[in-house]
């Protein structure tokens, strides 16, 4: 009985769940995109074999879009269609190592910080404070400079770590606000204890603002990761969006001739169509979480 | 008493960051000075030459204890000296820093000027057309506008406005031909190179000021005083007045904490348009691994951010009597 009651409840969830992100077009789209990228970064190696997509080709230099190479050559006569399937894979593992690390640590602090108060709280609070207030973007150009880190274990780190002092402060602050509500009041009284409070009570009603910062962070990690390898501070991985960008602005000679705009404009539009991918699908994630913003047709 | 003791707080920070980049820098694997000191012995410098010559490069000696290093570093920090340039072949870090400053200000500060005032205005129109197909698609334009980086931004332009479009010229912050000095060509030649910098500097934060604006107008719309404003018949100028000045002070804040973005944001549309300002020098001085222009422009940016924040938040409390705790 309850167990047939427990799923009949959780089909209805996810049915709902498909009526959310579907109820919107705008939604569709965006799903439509991340679908997209997560094919290009699981199945790119499959489509475009590196040994042989990669080959350059003096023949075919700066070439416009046809049928073999929709989106043109590159300067090598590689295409560039090719290149940014494969640069897929590394720019999303990072990007999301990175966001997850920031979710991790950031709630993490905040939480504890919220929870424990005084002096724990107070010498937290100074350290997030120093991580806010550096200029994050600087700071990541020195410590990726002393670390001149190639592997996506190490970037990661590295993004992580300059980045997770906002959401820290901010959960902390959602922390302090929520554990003075009647229903914690109740769990207290309930005599549950302070992690079981912590962790079951009062993180499950920040799920939605933890969930939208992680995919923020996502895009955020993936343009300070595209940013170093642009500016040739992080060694080069052989495919990657941001070494494309270096190259055009460097090596290529790509600002002096009109011939290369699908080579420069490629990764630019690879970036945003990911960014306005999660754009999209953020209105829908917020409803999923908080019920009340749900249009009341939706919610029977 | 509160402005003292946040002040004093400012202060740590500060020694907090200088105190961090010095051990990270020294203490981190494939630390720098001990490499530089390692393979001048392996190209067969005698000890004492090589200690030597990382002494004026690094301004440290590396048989000395960290501790000492430390010491001296924060006692050379103190007294404005923050060492000499490796690339640029012994020129002072300081000097450097400061000749490349002016041309950062000037477009960061008109950037940051422009994309506010747009953003001011979009996002009331936003709040006041709540709902509305206006508000469903420039709030997701600006959404997607929010933290675009400016890499993104400086280079469609440069690509679309001196490659496709050959209409602005490339490169450097004034033409070659003008003499620098208060004239009018020099003048006229630095307007014309800024255009699409700042264009890039627009475009990379409107949507972040757009959407801060809209939050807090939406916010004024619910409150009391305007509903009494209508009631009270005032013009509907006049509750623009009430509105956009109770929408702003919350951005205040904000202004200032972008700061540090903007400066991030620099490294980027100063490298892409070799603009000869402070992001360029910490773009070239973090390729060629010039450690102690990197170091310096490190220390002195995070300095001016904490301390504009310190005195944004002495101002808000004076702009904001709310606010006063």
């Not at chain 1, 829908?284 to 009341?296: A, C, I, Q, S």
């Not at chain 2, 700042?198 to 619910?222: E, H, P, Q, R």
């Amino acid at each position: 009985m309850i167990l047939a009651a427990s799923t009949a409840s959780r089909q209805s969830r996810s049915s709902s769940l498909a009526r959310i992100f579907l109820s919107r077009p705008i939604r569709v789209i965006g799903l439509a995109i991340i679908a997209l990228y997560l094919f290009m970064a699981i199945f790119g190696p499959v489509i475009f074999p590196p040994s042989t997509a990669l080959v350059a080709n003096p023949a075919k230099v700066y070439q416009g879009p046809s049928w073999a190479d929709p989106l043109g050559t590159d300067f090598q006569g590689v295409s560039v269609l090719a290149e940014i399937v494969l640069g897929a894979r590394g720019v999303l593992m990072v990007g999301v190592g990175a966001a997850f690390f920031i979710v991790v640590v950031g709630v993490a602090v905040g939480l504890i910080a919220g929870f424990t108060g005084g002096i724990v709280d107070a010498i937290l609070m100074r350290i997030t404070d120093v991580f806010i207030a550096i200029p994050q973007f600087p700071l990541l150009l020195l410590v990726a400079t002393i670390l001149n880190a190639s592997s996506p274990g190490l970037i990661i780190l590295m993004l992580g770590l300059t980045t997770w002092g906002g959401l820290a402060r901010a959960i902390r602050s959602q922390v302090l606000s929520l554990r003075e509500r009647d229903f914690v009041e109740a769990a207290r009284g309930l005599g549950l204890g302070t992690g079981t409070i912590a962790l079951r009570v009062i993180l499950p009603n920040m799920l939605s603002y933890v969930a939208m910062n992680f995919l923020v962070s996502i895009t955020g990690a993936i343009y300070a990761e595209v940013g170093l390898l642009f500016l040739g501070v992080t060694p080069f991985t052989p495919d990657n969006w941001g070494v494309m960008l270096h190259e055009a602005d460097s090596v290529a000679g790509a600002l002096y001739t009109r011939k290369s705009v699908f080579y420069v404009i490629s990764p630019l539009m690879a970036i945003l169509l990911l960014q306005a991918g999660i754009i999209f699908i953020l209105g829908g994630l917020d409803e999923v979480f908080n019920p009340r913003l749900r249009k009341t047709g939706a919610t029977q | 008493m509160r402005v003292v003791r946040r002040f004093g707080v400012s202060l740590l920070m500060i020694w907090m960051v200088m105190t961090i980049t010095f051990f990270m820098i020294r203490l981190m694997p494939g630390n720098p000075i001990m490499d530089a000191y390692l393979s001048l012995l392996q190209q067969g410098v005698p000890s004492q030459e090589a200690m030597a010559q990382i002494h004026v490069l690094y301004d440290v000696y590396p048989n000395q204890s960290v501790l000492t290093q430390y010491v001296l570093y924060v006692w050379h920090l103190l007294h404005g000296n923050f060492g000499t340039s490796i690339v640029y072949a012994g020129r002072p870090v300081l000097p450097l820093i400061l000749a490349s400053a002016p041309w950062t200000l000037m477009l960061v500060s008109i950037g940051i000027t422009i994309s506010f005032f747009i953003g001011l205005f979009l996002g009331v129109l936003i709040a006041l057309n709540r709902n509305t197909w206006f508000d469903n698609v420039m709030s997701q334009i600006a959404s997607i506008f929010h933290g675009i980086p400016n890499y993104v931004t400086g280079f469609i332009f440069l690509y679309f406005f001196t490659v496709m479009l050959p209409w602005f010229p490339f490169g450097n912050i004034y033409g070659n031909t003008v003499t620098p000095g208060l004239n009018f060509p020099f003048i006229a030649s630095v307007a014309y190179h800024s255009v699409l910098p700042i264009a890039a500097y627009v475009f990379g934060a409107f949507g972040t000021w757009t959407l801060s604006t809209k939050s807090a107008a939406v916010a004024v719309l619910g409150d009391d005083f305007i509903q009494a404003d209508k009631i009270r018949g005032l013009t509907p100028g006049q509750q623009l007045d009430h509105l956009i000045h109770n929408s702003v002070l919350p951005l205040f804040t904000g202004f200032v904490l972008s700061l540090g973005m903007m400066f991030g944001g620099a490294v980027f549309i100063e490298e892409t348009f070799t603009i000869p300002g402070l992001g360029y020098l910490i773009a070239q001085s973090t390729s060629q691994r010039d450690y102690p222009v990197m170091q310096g422009c490190f220390l002195l940016l995070s300095s001016a951010v904490i301390l504009a924040n310190f005195l944004a938040d002495m101002l808000y409390s004076r702009i904001d009597p709310r606010i006063r705790v």
